[in-house]
């Protein structure tokens, strides 16, 4: 109760934080389904433009964050976490969007069915991970939020499988030497996107449990 009449006391700018975070997330969500996309359909001119556009976008809306931080006396949460949990969200659009290019760089066209789950395991992820960034404006609710972290939990662990199944194939033989490397570099920063959406979620309750 204390930090819900905290929050009904904040000045409208500073709430400002809350709609950049919901911002960063939707975006993190577009370019995981933009990935799964462009493996489905094929890759396109138009999937790359994409892909760099969102990417900027995300790294805008990190800025932002922190120009409205630096220009904000007083902030909803403490001010380490809104800047972590700013460069956290713009990673994570940067990984899957990096991933995206780099399957045009390597000329990639066979895509494996191991990268194709963790497509698709990204946007559930990233769908999740929109959900409890949500939460973080009633962050009294601390019940939800856990259940939130604990659902992005069984996420996580569940793209570790497929990680650990596609590491397992790719080096046993089937693949020449060169595509080893390729799909390697993939499958790694696909899956280092899925544990910075655990990141962000674990943060959130962090948070949430100091300031209740």
């Known amino acids: 109760m204390k930090f819900n009449l905290f929050e009904k006391l904040l000045p409208p700018e500073n709430k400002v934080f809350y709609d950049l975070f919901e911002d960063s997330a939707e975006i993190c969500n577009e370019i995981a389904k933009l990935f799964n996309q462009a493996l489905t359909e094929g890759m396109t001119e138009e ?10 976008r995300g790294s805008s809306l990190e800025r932002e964050t922190i120009r409205k931080l630096n220009s904000t006396f007083i902030t909803p949460i403490d001010r380490e976490d809104i ?4 460069t956290m969200l713009n990673r994570i659009t940067k990984k899957i969007g990096q991933s995206l290019l780099n399957v045009n760089v390597y000329g990639i066209t066979n895509f494996t069915d191991e990268m194709l789950q963790q497509s698709k395991t ?5 769908e999740e991970l929109m959900h409890i960034v949500g939460l973080l404006k009633t ?3 601390t019940k939800e939020i856990t259940e939130s972290r604990e659902a992005m939990k069984e996420i996580e662990t569940f793209g570790d499988s497929i990680l650990y199944s596609a590491m397992q194939k790719l080096f046993s033989g089937e693949f020449e030497a060169i595509d080893v490397i390729k799909l390697r570099d993939i499958y790694k920063d696909l899956e280092s ?3 910075k959406c655990f990141s962000v979620s674990d943060a959130i309750l962090t948070i949430a449990l100091k300031n209740n």
Do not use: P, V, W
């Not at 999937?47 to 900027?56: D, E, V, W, Y």
């Not at 990204?122 to 990233?126: E, G």
């Open 47 to 56: 999937f790359l433009i994409k892909a760099k556009t969102l990417k900027h």
């Open 83 to 86: 800047q972590a949990l700013a």
């Open 122 to 126: 990204i946007i559930n992820a990233t």
């Open 139 to 141: 962050i009294s609710k």
């Open 193 to 195: 996107a899925l544990d």
